[in-house]
C-alpha cells in the first residue's frame, strides 16, 4: 500500500499565482507519472470560500483557516502586500498548528508572515529578493540567506516563482527516490532544477557578462555596506587594486563610476523600504547610508523623479 502525503496550502490573498502552480502541478504529475496517490491537497483561504491570486485569479478552496489541518504538510503561500493580510485568524491558525506538531512551510513573501509570527527565530529562511531589504530591518533574529529554497531547518522556505517547483521535486526527490522527481520535472519541461543552495538573482557577473574578480568583490563590499558605505579608495584597498584600476573596471563592465553605482544600489535599497516598510523617511535615510535627510530627498529625486514622500504618497 502506498502511503498518500496530504498538503494543504493556506492561500493568503494577492497570493503569488506562479508560485501555486509551481507547488501544485509537480505534486499532480508525480500522481500521474506513478500510477499511484503519492499526493493529495487541498486549499484553506480566510474566508473559507476563495482567494484571490495576485494576477486576479479567483481559486476556489476547501475551508477556512480555523478549521484544523490535518494534513502531513502545510505550505503558506502569500504574494504582493503580505502585510495587509497578517490577520489574527491566520495567525491564530498558524500557531495552533505548529502546536500540533505540523509541518510548516512557506513559499514566496509567506517567510515575512512566519517571522512576524516569531516562528522563524533563529533559523535559516529564504524570501523573494524583492523583500530581501524590507526582511532584513524587521527580522534580525532570523538568518536570511539568497537561496532559491531552505530545506533543512524545522520550517522549509521557499523564495517563489520557479524556486517553490525547486523545492517541491527535492521533496519528491527524498521521498521517492530521484527518477520519480526527475520523470516529474521532464513532464514539467523543466530542465534547470536547482538544488537549494542556488542563489536566486541572476548574478552581477551574468547580468553584464563580466568575469573579472575584482569587480565582482567590490560589488559584494558595497552591497555589504549600504548603511555605513564605504569609501571607492577604500573599496579598492580592501580588493587589492588602485583606485583608478577600481574606476577604469566600473566604467568598461557598468558603465558607471564605483560612486555612481554605489549611490543607485543605496537608493534601490531605500525605494524597497519606502514601498514596503512603515519607517519614516528619516529612518530610511539612516538606513542607506545618508546623514541628511535633504541630501538623501535630492539625490532620490534625481534618480527616480520622485521625492522619498511623494513615493510612498503613490501607494495610497
Known amino acids: ?41 487541498s486549499f484553506a483561504s480566510e474566508n473559507g470560500e476563495t482567494a484571490l491570486g495576485n494576477n486576479g485569479t479567483v481559486v476556489r478552496v476547501h475551508g477556512g483557516f480555523d478549521q484544523p489541518v490535518k494534513a502531513d504538510r502545510l505550505f503558506l503561500l502569500a504574494g504582493s502586500n503580505m502585510r495587509n493580510h497578517l490577520t489574527k485568524r491566520l495567525l491564530s491558525a498558524l ?6 506538531g505540523t509541518q510548516i512551510g512557506a513559499l514566496c513573501s509567506a517567510a515575512y508572515i512566519l517571522a512576524y509570527a516569531g516562528m522563524l ?11 530581501h531589504d524590507l526582511f532584513v530591518e524587521e527580522f534580525p533574529n532570523v ?15 521557499a523564495s517563489g516563482g520557479t524556486a517553490t517547483a525547486d523545492l517541491m521535486l527535492h521533496l519528491m526527490g527524498q521521498a ?3 527518477d520519480l522527481a526527475n520523470e ?15 542563489t536566486q538573482k541572476v548574478s552581477v557577473q551574468a547580468r553584464h557578462g563580466m568575469r ?10 558595497m552591497s555589504e555596506s549600504i548603511e555605513d558605505p564605504v569609501p571607492t579608495a577604500e573599496v579598492a584597498r580592501q580588493v587589492g587594486i588602485s583606485t583608478r584600476q577600481l574606476e577604469r573596471l566600473f566604467g568598461q563592465y557598468l558603465e558607471r563610476s564605483p560612486s555612481k553605482y554605489y549611490l543607485e544600489m543605496r537608493l534601490q535599497r531605500a525605494r524597497n523600504l519606502l514601498l514596503q516598510s512603515e519607517k519614516s523617511v528619516t529612518e530610511i535615510a539612516v538606513a542607506t547610508g545618508f546623514r541628511s535627510t535633504t541630501h538623501f530627498a535630492r539625490v532620490y529625486r534625481g534618480l527616480f523623479g520622485v521625492s522619498p514622500g511623494g513615493q510612498r504618497a503613490r501607494l495610497t
Not at 7 to 34: G, W
Not at 213 to 218: N, R
Open 1 to 41: 500500500m502506498v502511503k498518500t502525503e496530504r498538503f494543504v496550502f493556506y492561500l493568503v490573498d494577492e497570493f503569488a499565482h506562479l508560485s501555486f502552480s509551481c507547488a501544485v502541478e509537480p505534486l499532480r504529475i508525480a500522481n500521474l507519472v506513478s500510477g499511484k496517490p503519492l499526493y493529495e491537497w
Open 95 to 100: 500557531r495552533r498548528e505548529r502546536s500540533h
Open 121 to 131: 527565530d533563529g533559523m535559516r529562511a529564504a524570501i523573494h529578493w524583492a523583500y
Open 143 to 157: 538568518e536570511l540567506v539568497p537561496n532559491v529554497f531552505v530545506a533543512d531547518e524545522k520550517i522549509i522556505t
Open 176 to 178: 521517492h527516490g530521484a
Open 184 to 198: 516529474v520535472a521532464d513532464q514539467m519541461v523543466y530542465n534547470t532544477v536547482r538544488e537549494a543552495s542556488a
Open 212 to 221: 573579472n574578480p575584482h569587480l565582482t568583490q567590490a560589488v559584494q563590499i
